[in-house]
């Protein structure tokens, strides 16, 4: 009896240790942002973030369709998901803060610090919302190396501006963003590359 007591309560020291440290090192976490970036630098992506040009209502909904309440649930609700389920989706508000220069490890443009794109991504969400990540993300975001944004990837694919794709093109510029090699784009080989 006093053997079950004993790991009982080891147990619960561990929970609450556990908890602590989680707790500290979160809070830690958001609060050193001013170790990688300034305060000017900080405003100035913002700004950038929160101006970004909307994206059709169409898109949100699909994107949403794809990757169910993402724009409605921040950073730590979405953490706090992946613990319990396999696929853990990166918020808007994370994607924007992998892509921005940012949270690159000591410059080098092919690493991305993680400690950096987590601790931008919840001052981003501070300041902004899920869409307006989303939005930025989209100019951005480097589909390929010579495609950047969504509006390169419309002219590129379907020759189209944004607001004038169908929901199965807008299909595959989520997929696209998600896994580059196997999204289905239309067949250009009769057009020949100009």
Same mark, same amino acid.
């Given at each position: 009896m006093n053997y079950k007591k004993g790991v009982l309560k080891a147990i619960i020291w561990i929970f609450i240790i556990g908890v602590a440290v989680s707790f500290f090192g979160y809070y830690y976490l958001k609060n050193t942002?001013? +170790?990688f970036v300034t305060e000017k *630098?900080?405003? *100035?992506f913002v700004t950038k973030v929160k101006f970004a040009k909307e994206l059709p209502d169409r898109f949100y909904q699909l994107y949403e369709k794809e990757n169910p309440n993402i724009? #409605?649930?921040?950073?730590?609700?979405?953490i706090f998901s992946g613990l319990f389920s396999s696929d853990f989706m990166k #918020?808007? @508000?994370l994607l924007a803060a992998m892509i921005s220069d940012i @949270?690159? !490890? +000591?410059? +080098?443009?092919?690493k991305i610090s993680n400690r950096k794109a987590y601790t931008l991504a919840w001052k981003l969400e501070e300041e902004t919302t899920q869409k307006e990540c989303l939005n930025w993300v989209l100019e951005n975001?480097?589909?390929d190396l010579y495609i950047h944004g969504i509006n390169e990837v419309a002219n590129f694919y379907f !020759? !189209? *501006?944004v607001s004038e794709l169908s929901d199965r093109e807008l299909n +595959? %510029? %989520?997929a696209l963003m998600k896994k580059p090699s196997i999204v289905s784009v239309p067949d250009r080989t009769d057009e020949g590359m100009r």
């Open positions: 942002w001013d +170790d *630098e900080l405003t *100035e724009l #409605s649930y921040g950073l730590n609700r979405q #918020s808007p @508000s @949270s690159r !490890k +000591d410059t +080098d443009s092919t975001y480097k589909f !020759k !189209k *501006e +595959d %510029i %989520i």
